[in-house]
């Protein structure tokens, strides 16, 4: 006489699978697949995608370590990129595509740029963000340690721009950079954490009433702006509307400060 | 302190062994792999004990993460096409399940391979993704759903050709 099975759960069978199952289900969810064949055969299903997993990528540990990945190259050699040609070339058609935007927004700007200042400015800012948050060796122009840092920035767009510190969020200053603008150039300072996650300041001169902060997210980057005084602001990163906005509040709350 | 570099060395292998099923050409993987190391050795003050394999492998994974929303930029992006097969294994198999991962999104695609791959436990996934287990658990099942569907749809047409 066996004790009625408590059902077992598609929760449960993949616990089994994987080994995550409490030892005092084993016995009940093998019970269970005797007599569920659709269940015993997806089981079955998901252990032979394990071995065709392990069978296709398995081999990899077994291979040598290529040289550029030796630790005591990665020290003191600097990064032979793959990518460099392609990002060197994708930096160039889209500086070369930037000066065609500005030029192309600068001829529209009556009509462009009073339509929605601040759609054009979270579009630039996003933009930014999105490209240099894959840079990893050239993620920004000037370091955080440089003392010209703040000074350059804040004289090529024309007010004191301090970059907020946010150590509050676990991010770190990485450094900024020159960017073209809407109507005149912009600054970007990139902020990391330790696990990689970036966060983007940008600032620009825009021509529009002071706003609140706006959230908006474009699938996994989301971006809060505001406008004061005269210049527009984003803080872009990854979608977490109350953690973002937390930030622009912290960033708008320094930058005023001045 | 002293054994921080050892422990990253020894992590290598199967950091390549992620990135490859993860980013499936093995240029972009071991890319991944080296901004992973220089990135760890980088902020090896800021380790402070813990988990390192799981510190190396969400680095891995954010990295991963970054990759894709930069080169989402670029409209024309052809597809990777796996061109590589393992000596292991048949090659028609390595084939399927590779473009099966190919299918998955990318936070499905790595708890799969997290978990079946790397034999991490739900907990250790739940860390790296910065996501309640619960998820975890749903991903799984998603992807795993995917890939059998994806395996089975593969067949006929692979009898087809032949």
């Keep these: ?258 | 302190m002293i054994a921080f570099r050892p422990s990253v060395e020894a992590m290598i292998p199967a950091l390549r062994r992620y990135a490859r099923a993860l980013a499936r050409d093995p240029d972009i993987a071991d890319d991944l792999v080296q901004d992973t190391l220089v990135r760890a050795l980088r902020s090896e003050k800021l380790f402070v004990g813990g988990d390192l394999r799981s510190w190396l492998y969400t680095i891995l994974t954010n990295l991963n993460r970054n990759r894709r929303r930069s080169l989402a930029r670029q409209p024309q992006f052809t597809p990777l096409v796996e061109n590589a097969p393992d000596a292991s294994g048949t090659e028609a198999e390595g084939r399927d399940i590779s473009r099966a991962l190919a299918t998955l999104q990318h936070d499905q695609r790595a708890v799969l391979l997290l978990v079946m791959l790397e034999g991490m436990s739900y907990r250790e996934v739940a860390d790296i993704q910065g996501v309640p287990i619960g998820t975890v658990m749903s991903r799984l099942a998603r992807a795993r759903s995917h890939v059998k569907t994806a395996l089975e749809g593969a067949r006929p047409a692979l009898r087809r050709v032949k």
């Design chain 1, 1 to 258: 006489m066996t004790e009625p099975l408590i059902p077992v759960t598609e929760d449960e069978l993949h616990a089994y699978v994987d080994g995550e199952l409490p030892a005092d289900r084993i016995k009940a969810v093998e019970a269970w697949l005797e007599t569920h064949p659709e269940d015993a055969e997806r089981v079955e299903a998901w252990r032979a995608m394990g071995q065709a997993l392990h069978a296709r990528y398995g081999g990899v540990v077994e291979e040598n370590v290529p040289r550029r990945l030796e630790l005591d190259r990665l020290v003191s050699a600097p990064r032979r990129w793959i990518f460099g040609a392609a990002a060197a070339a994708l930096v160039a058609f889209v500086i070369g595509g930037g000066v065609g935007w500005s030029a192309r927004t600068v001829a529209a700007a009556p009509t462009e740029v009073a339509a929605d200042p601040q759609e054009l400015l979270r579009r630039e800012a996003i933009t930014a963000h999105k490209l240099y948050i894959g840079e990893v060796r050239h993620p920004i122009e000037v370091a955080a340690t440089e003392a010209h840092l703040v000074p350059w920035l804040s004289r090529r767009i024309g007010t004191t721009l301090r970059a907020p510190d946010l150590a509050a969020y676990d991010l770190k200053l990485l450094g900024g950079r020159l960017l073209p603008g809407i109507t005149a150039p912009a600054a970007l300072y990139m902020y990391e954490n330790p696990a990689g996650e970036r966060v983007t300041l940008y600032a620009t001169p825009l021509k529009a009433a002071a706003s609140g902060f706006i959230y908006k997210a474009d699938n996994l980057v989301a971006s809060v702006e505001w406008v004061a005084e005269n210049y527009g602001y984003a803080v872009s990163g990854p979608a977490d509307k109350p953690r973002l906005k937390s930030i622009a509040r912290a960033s708008y709350e320094q930058i005023e400060k001045r």
